[in-house]
């Protein structure tokens, strides 16, 4: 046997002792702080999350995914996953304490029901990283179009956008109340290689996608952003999302700390890329870092 | 809180993980996740890809189809390598392409959405119900056998038309044209909302006086509908509504002269589509449709001799066509399969075009095609399909396949072989034409009267092709190199005849197998650069070498004749200050013979035009164009008696 092969076969006898010895010798199960992750529909992203929480050993982690009044009466803390998830909690419990992961608009939406002890970290990341990615790895973008509403919650990072210089030009279009964003979209790729999704669920209802995928390809061009598999799934090319793994990993950090309030965006990020689409229509997109 | 004990073990493998995270930090920090998602609604209408597709393709976007200033769908056809257009009447688009030009495209598949305007009794009933170009979204042209995708007709050429969503035609859009040669069309369209169903229509009327040394002006009116609803994410249903009624003119007999002559159309058709994911790797479409066309047309001769007296003419049908298709899609990791089954149902009813009044035909397609994901770079396009008749006792089977390489991210090659086949039609099977003669009590007289049984078509195509496309999509590139082989075509020639009163006496036109027909080379370019959104620039190009076998002396027509041609085509445009836009499309096509036996020599075709738009994307847009069609002089198509002369006119549109 080689010294590398006598080392190998001693780090795995090392692992497997650990992992035999952890449950009693490492943590007594009395010490666990209890926390249920709520959530309604099963997606990569709450399996990611899941497996992050569940490293931390500390952690004892209760699974939810029909939240009901239930909830109410429970002392664990609860992680909710999504907006839906928090509206269905919120319904049953009103100012349950929560920790959230919901995106940046419908935290924003939502912010009047939320409790003041709840906190939590935005499911999507800072739109500007979307435009950084669409610059630096994208090609084919060279004008990026970014629909907005009236009152918009990413207005300040939209208009901080294009105050910056980038490779790609951007094209901010408002969308009054009562127009179709379809409509416009297809005036819009006439002007514009790609289309940033933003949070806004009213210009992005995800029933819509179908039409703006059609549309946009129809003329070879893009839908990027987004900020989670039902966006990439119904045809967002490529987006920065949150790595949801490492925000478990924090979250149970944060839990046990207690030392959480408010709400920001997570610092650990992931290129995500619809592989079907990018190879359906030939797209290029390259890893370089946003950061 | 209990105390942990920490070991020279947890401290080992405490370490080795660090290891192993600062390894993969570079990565896990931002890396770039391959994400492998399923199939959606959108997949069923996206549009395809020539790099990656197993046959060449041609999409003509929104774009092109602005850029072109073209005012109906044969003329922007034109940009398509190797194709194009004429008219023997001014409201007739014929298709040529790789030496099958005849008149009545009978080698072409169309399909608007999911309908198919191809039928196996009477052909492609062009012109009569596509849809307005206005409404038009997108065009996509395949070139060569596709069968095992298409299914039946898709022969030459397959012509996928696609409308657009009625979400995106929200609002309200007013257009007006008027000029030269009675040019006046108006377009109509408003898109709402009910509940949960979007809903579009449109209302327009094109009227010109059609080509010169011809009684062909058009009068058309025409309405469109399109309804889309998705009761769930996982559901879509479409339905299409389409109504024409044309008064449009056929006179072509200049040497008989009579006044007596008249002719329309009138046609509507529903087609309604429904589309399922089963799963995310599995869906399926079904699709039923109904067309209806009542065409009526007569005319009344001179007295042909004294013998004869005057010939009176009512070449009209009434058809009715039931269609319904179902296809199921599923993807797994390694291949994409896909089949269907199509079934129509057709009844004819006509006094003057088949031996008997009335037809009724049931035709069945059956076909699947598979897409395997050799490697990352490497896929394979296999493809069957069959097709019964209940006019024919042999049935046809088709087989296609292909192999497309990508290399790098710019470049792929394809090569690949491909069979077509397709049933005659009822016309050429069962064709009894006869004018009456007016002066001998309406006895009938025949001109072209079948004689023979008549088998399937059959031809097989060869062809490698080069696609080139840039990173960043701008510019993209096509060149190809073809070899059709017909191994088995239907044609007209004379035979003695059977003992019908025929117009030509002794002898009748009847259709016929010629068997190894010919064989048609071809080389086809095309370049496509779109440097920023103001310029889009679109040429394409060919070389046809056709081949024929065949004696000329023993056919009469709808067989290719010998002879090299050549066809250019260009468009484009230039946007500058946000609202002004001139564009247009030149074509040039030289020793094109289609298979009527008419002979296209020189024809140079400029269409042009400049428009001033005001208002913006999300507000109220008004337009004014100034364009002209035929600027370098008349276009003589592919009749020289005729020609569509050089016409100007302003147009107005508003959308709000």
């Known amino acids: 046997m080689t010294s590398s092969c006598r080392y190998f076969t001693f780090f795995l006898f090392c692992c497997s002792t650990l992992l035999f010895l952890q449950p009693g010798a490492a943590v007594g199960d009395t010490e666990k702080r209890s926390v249920m992750l709520a959530y309604i529909n099963e997606s990569p992203e709450v399996s990611a999350l899941r497996d992050g929480l569940s490293t931390n050993l500390d952690i004892d982690l209760s699974i939810r995914s029909n939240p009901d009044a239930a909830l109410c009466t429970q002392n664990s803390t609860i992680l909710a996953y999504g907006a839906d998830t928090v509206s269905k909690i919120l319904e049953a419990c009103p100012n349950q304490k929560l920790v959230i992961i919901s995106s940046h608009y419908m935290i924003n939406v939502m912010s009047h029901l939320l409790s003041q002890d709840s906190w939590g970290y935005y499911m999507d990341q800072p739109l500007e990283y979307q435009v950084k990615h669409a610059d630096l790895n994208m090609p084919t973008i060279r004008t990026l179009g970014i629909l907005y509403t009236n009152n918009d919650s990413e207005i300040d990072q939209i208009k901080k956008i294009q105050a910056t210089p980038h490779r790609i030009g951007i094209r901010a279009v408002k969308v009054e109340q009562g127009q179709v964003a379809a409509q416009i979209m297809r005036e819009l790729y006439q002007t514009v290689d790609a289309v940033l999704i933003t949070g806004n669920s009213e210009i992005w209802p995800l029933q819509d996608f179908k039409t703006f995928l059609v549309l946009g390809m129809r003329q070879n061009k893009i839908m990027i952003g987004g900020f989670n598999y039902l966006y990439t799934n119904r045809g967002s090319i490529s987006a920065i999302h949150t790595d949801f793994h490492a925000l478990g990993i924090q979250i149970a950090k944060d839990i046990l700390d207690g030392k959480r309030d408010g709400y920001s965006y997570f610092d650990k990020r992931l290129i995500v890329t619809n592989d079907l689409l990018s190879a359906r229509y030939g797209i290029f997109i390259g890893g370089k870092p946003t950061d | ?656």
């Open chain 2, 1 to 656: 809180m209990s105390r942990k004990t920490i070991t020279p073990l947890h401290t080992a493998l405490v370490f080795a993980l660090l290891l192993v995270l600062i390894s993969t930090k570079a990565v896990a920090d931002e890396s770039l996740e391959r994400y492998n998602p399923g199939l959606t609604l959108a997949d069923v209408s996206l549009p395809v890809n020539p790099k990656k597709a197993g046959v060449a393709v041609t999409v003509i976007d929104k774009q092109m189809i602005k850029a072109s200033g073209a005012r109906t769908i044969g003329d922007i056809l034109r940009i398509v390598p190797g194709v194009t257009t004429g008219y023997r009447f001014g409201h007739s688009l014929s298709i040529g392409t790789q030496g099958g030009a005849e008149e009545f495209s009978r080698r072409i598949n169309i399909t608007v959405d999911d309908r198919s305007i191809f039928t196996p009794t009477t052909g492609s009933l062009i012109s009569f119900n596509i849809v307005p170009l206005e409404d038009v979204e997108r065009i996509e042209v395949y070139r060569g056998p596709n069968q095992s995708e298409f299914g039946s007709n898709s022969m030459l050429l397959t012509i996928k038309i696609f409308t657009a969503y009625a979400a995106e035609r929200q609002g309200t859009e007013l257009s007006f044209r008027k000029g030269t040669n009675g040019i006046k069309d108006t377009y109509v369209q408003h898109g709402g909302k009910i509940g949960d169903l979007y809903i579009s229509g449109s209302f327009n009327q094109t009227n010109d006086d059609g080509l010169v040394h011809r009684a062909d002006d058009t009068h058309k009116q025409q309405v469109f509908v399109r309804a889309d609803y998705q009761p769930t994410l996982d559901d879509q249903i479409s339905t299409n509504f389409g109504a024409a009624k044309s008064d449009i003119d056929v006179w072509v007999s200049s040497n008989l002269n009579s006044d007596d002559h008249s002719a329309s159309d009138g046609t509507w058709f529903l087609s309604s589509t429904w589309t399922h994911m089963i799963n995310d790797s599995t869906y399926f479409t079904a699709n039923l449709s109904h067309t209806y066309l009542e065409r009526e047309s007569e005319y009344l001769t001179a007295p042909v001799s004294k013998a004869v007296g005057r010939l009176y003419w009512d070449i009209g049908y009434d058809f009715h066509s039931t269609t319904s298709e179902f296809a199921l899609t599923k993807k797994f990791d390694f291949v994409e399969i896909s089949g269907g089954t199509k079934y129509s149902h057709d009844t004819v009813t006509s006094n003057s075009l088949f031996k008997d009044k009335d037809y009724e035909l049931d035709h069945n397609t059956y076909y699947t095609n598979q897409i395997w994901n050799l490697t990352d770079t490497t896929t394979l396009h296999t493809g069957l399909e069959a097709e019964t008749s209940s006019e024919f006792e042999e049935n046809t089977f088709v087989q296609s396949i292909s192999l497309v390489q990508d290399v790098g991210m710019r470049n792929s090659f394809r090569i690949g072989f491909s069979k077509g086949s397709r049933f005659p039609l009822l016309y050429e099977q069962e064709s009894g034409r006869k004018a009456y003669l007016i002066d001998k009590r309406m006895t009938p007289a025949y001109d072209v009267y079948n004689t023979e049984k008549l088998d399937p078509e059959k031809m097989r195509t060869y062809e490698i092709a080069w696609m080139y496309s840039s990173l960043d999509k701008t510019l993209s590139s096509e060149l190809r190199y073809y070899m059709n082989k017909y191994d088995n075509m239907v044609g007209y020639t004379s035979v003695p005849n059977p003992g019908v009163l025929s117009q030509t006496g002794n002898t009748v036109t009847t259709a016929k197998n010629f068997l190894n027909t010919g064989t048609v080379k071809g080389i086809e370019a095309s370049i496509d650069w779109r440097p920023t959104s103001e310029i889009l620039l679109v040429a394409s190009g060919s070389y046809t070498d056709v081949d024929s076998y065949i004696d000329p002396t023993t056919y009469n027509n709808n067989i290719g004749e010998s002879s090299p041609s050549t066809i250019f085509a260009i468009l484009g445009q230039y946007s500058f200050d946000n609202d002004w836009r001139v564009g247009g499309m030149y074509n040039r096509v030289q020793g094109f013979n289609w298979s009527n036996g008419w002979k296209l020599e020189t024809q140079h075709n400029l269409d042009a035009f400049v428009e001033k738009c005001f208002g913006g994307i999300t507000a109220t847009k008004f337009c004014t164009k100034l364009a002209g069609s035929n600027l370098l002089g008349h276009q003589s198509n592919f009749r020289p008696e005729a020609y569509s002369p050089t016409a100007y006119w302003m147009e107005a549109s508003l959308t709000f």
